[in-house]
T-cell receptor, first 112, second 115 residues
């Protein structure tokens, strides 16, 4: 079993829709949770970074962590065609060497 | 804006040949990572450096892969001999602590195809 599980999709939504992307994790030691966006043939770029449980909002993006159920979510409001990419969730513990464990990524397509 | 540089961007090689990838992290970033990303999967850590020292290479296939960061700046990842299963994207990242959080910045990657 992978430590971070993510539905690979693909997920297709019309422009303007609210998108919900989800991950589960199994390692109780994970304290920091991240969402990366990866465009085709590019490296991942950090989108959201949260610590422990709670919500964090940045523009059209909201990251949510529920440590009690080991569930991570990313919501995208008013989705745009430019949001079409693969979204990777990731997590790490508070250990000294900052090792990050990634999910497999969910491919999102926003249709104009 | 400072970026992680990687070269080459694409590499095609035949199995049993040697290949090498180069990474130049963002200036001042002490931590450097090499990841392998197979198509349709998330990145998996191969090796992590803190300055010039390896701090995690538990997932590096050491019989064929080697990595170095001699002066604690740029880094090279080598595969010898390459196998068909090594076809993947090889990503380099570097990190710094900003506002209390450790943020990794990824390069564009090197896409390797082994024939």
């Amino acid at each position: 079993q992978k430590e971070v599980e993510q539905d690979p999709g693909p997920l297709s939504v019309p422009e303007g829709a609210i998108v919900s992307l989800n991950c589960t994790y199994s390692n109780s030691a994970f304290q920091y949770f991240m969402w990366y966006r990866q465009y085709s043939r590019k490296g991942p770029e950090l989108l959201m970074y949260t610590y422990s449980s709670g919500n964090k909002e940045d523009g059209r993006f909201t990251a949510q962590v529920d440590k009690s159920s080991k569930y991570i979510s990313l919501f995208i409001r008013d989705s745009q065609p430019s949001d079409s990419a693969t979204y990777l969730c990731a997590a790490r513990d508070s250990g000294g060497y900052q090792k990050v464990t990634f999910g497999t990524g969910t491919k999102l397509q926003v249709i104009p | 804006e400072a970026e992680v540089a990687q070269s080459p961007r694409y590499k095609i090689t035949e199995k049993s040949q040697a290949v090498a990838f180069w990474c130049d992290p963002i200036s001042g970033h002490a931590t450097l990572y090499w990841y392998r990303q197979i198509l349709g999967q998330g990145p998996e850590l191969l090796v992590q450096f803190q300055d010039e020292s390896v701090v995690d290479d538990s997932q590096l296939p050491k019989d064929r892969f080697s990595a170095e960061r001699l002066k604690g700046v740029d880094s090279t990842l080598k595969i010898q001999p390459a196998e068909l299963g090594d076809s993947a994207m090889y990503l380099c990242a570097s990190s710094a602590r900003l506002g209390g959080q450790e943020t990794q910045y990824f390069g564009p990657g090197t896409r390797l195809l082994v024939l």
